[in-house]
């Protein structure tokens, strides 16, 4: 089993869509949550960073932690087509080691 | 541009063939990581630098794979004696490295291509 299980998708929504996007996780040492955005053949781009339980919002981004339930979430609000690439959830534990565990990635597509 | 830079972009190579890839990471930062991307897989760590010293190692990281930060700013990875099974895009990535507020931003990658 991984680490970190992600659903790789594809994931296709209309404009203007909102969109559940998550990932579950089994190591109960992880504090700190990310959400990055890649486009084709480009480095991530981190959206978002939550420590521990709880939600965070940041524009039309809205992330959730339920650490109860090793469950992530983030939601985007009014989906653009630009929104369309893949979203990779990755986190990481407080034990000195810093070391990342990525998601595979869902690929979105958001149709116009 | 002040992000973090990669060279080269993309490396085609032919097997057995020693590769070299350099990573700039932001200039405050004293955290660098490199990570390798596989189709259609989430970037898997590789190894991370504090300043100069290299701190963790995946076992992914066999020994024909060597990382060096010599002056605690731009790194090196080498690849020695290239696969087939190599060909991945390779993303560094670097951070302030302060506990609680970690964030590490992405270099563009280096694409390699083992023919």
């Known amino acids: 089993q991984k680490e970190v299980e992600q659903d790789p998708g594809p994931l296709s929504v209309p404009e203007g869509a909102i969109v559940s996007l998550n990932c579950t996780y089994s190591n109960s040492a992880f504090q700190y949550f990310m959400w990055y955005r890649q486009y084709s053949r480009k480095g991530p781009e981190l959206l978002m960073y939550t420590y521990s339980s709880g939600n965070k919002e940041d524009g039309r981004f809205t992330a959730q932690v339920d650490k109860s339930s090793k469950y992530i979430s983030l939601f985007i609000r009014d989906s653009q087509p630009s929104d369309s690439a893949t979203y990779l959830c990755a986190m990481s534990a407080n034990t000195g080691g810093f070391k990342t565990i990525f998601g595979a990635g869902t690929r979105l597509f958001v149709k116009a | 541009d002040t992000g973090v830079s990669q060279d080269p972009r993309h490396k085609i190579t032919k097997r057995g063939q020693n590769v070299t890839f350099r990573c700039d990471p932001i200039s405050e930062h004293n955290r660098l990581y490199w990570y390798r991307q596989t189709l259609g897989q989430g970037p898997e760590f590789l190894t991370y630098f504090q300043n100069e010293a290299q701190l963790e190692k995946s076992r992914l990281l066999s020994d024909r794979f060597s990382a060096e930060r010599p002056k605690g700013s731009f790194s090196t990875l080498e690849i020695q004696r290239t696969e087939q099974g190599d060909s991945a895009m390779y993303l560094c990535?670097?951070?302030?490295?302060?506990?609680?507020?970690?964030?590490?931003?992405f270099g563009p990658g280096t694409r390699l291509t083992v023919l």
């Open positions: 990535a670097s951070s302030l490295g302060v506990i609680g507020d970690d964030e590490q931003f």
